[in-house]
T-cell receptor, first 113, second 112 residues
């Protein structure tokens, strides 16, 4: 079946602009995760959604970052007032439930000029 | 907090040679351990996963890893490297929840 998809694959924006990154998880997967991969910090957990439970936002680096998951499926990660240090690859993953194997999408490469 | 350390940011091997990538974890309780591979411009792909069922875990593409509690290690090996194994490899841990904590990664290059 189809894997995790993310859009756009690349995004170039100017400092101070807002951006939205989209993730479509594998159909039927109840858990969805966002990670960030950057040169300085490696791979970092950002946020986790599980069903209708309150998301775990403990990895979000600042209040400029937010995410939502509509209808238990598609998720959008929003970065407001982007800064150059936000430049990274943003990876989305989904799993069939708590503790199950996470399957990753191809990522969105964000460049903030 | 759980963490993993990958020894060696770059490994270069000859085609046909043994591939050995080292990973040590910090934990008082055996966690769930993973190896992921990332090919250029692609997302992460799961190679194998340790969940305490067996200490020797076989994964895809001929890779395997052995969990050694006494050494808190989970090293990844492949007996014979192929050119297609050139990629970045990440060791990851999640104790009893869902957040993957990744090592810094090891880039493998394969020489013809």
């Amino acid at each position: 079946g189809a894997g995790v998809s993310q859009s756009p694959s690349n995004k170039v924006t100017e400092k101070g602009k807002d951006v939205e990154l989209r993730c479509d998880p594998i159909s039927g997967h109840t858990a969805l995760y966002w990670y960030r991969q950057s040169l300085g910090q490696g791979l970092e957990f950002l946020i986790y959604f599980q069903g209708n439970s309150a998301p775990d936002k403990s990895g979000l680096p600042s209040d400029r970052f937010s995410a939502e998951r509509t209808g238990g499926s598609v998720s959008t990660l929003t970065i407001q007032r982007t800064q150059q240090e936000d430049s990274a690859v943003y990876l989305c993953a989904s799993s069939s439930g708590f503790g199950d194997t996470q399957y990753f999408g191809p990522g969105t490469r964000l460049t903030v000029l | 907090a759980q963490s993993v350390t990958q020894l060696g940011s770059h490994v270069s091997v000859s085609e046909g040679a043994l591939v050995l990538l080292r990973c040590n974890y910090s934990s008082s309780v055996p966690p769930y351990l993973f190896w992921y591979v990332q090919y250029p411009n692609q997302g992460l792909q799961l190679l194998l996963k340790y969940t305490s069922a067996a200490t020797l875990v076989k994964g895809i593409n001929g890779f395997e890893a052995e969990f050694k509690k006494s050494e808190t290690s989970f090293h990844l090996t492949k007996p014979s490297a192929h050119m297609s194994d050139a990629a970045e490899y990440f060791c990851a841990v999640t104790p009893d929840d869902y957040k993957l904590s990744f090592g810094a990664g090891t880039t493998v290059t394969v020489r013809a």
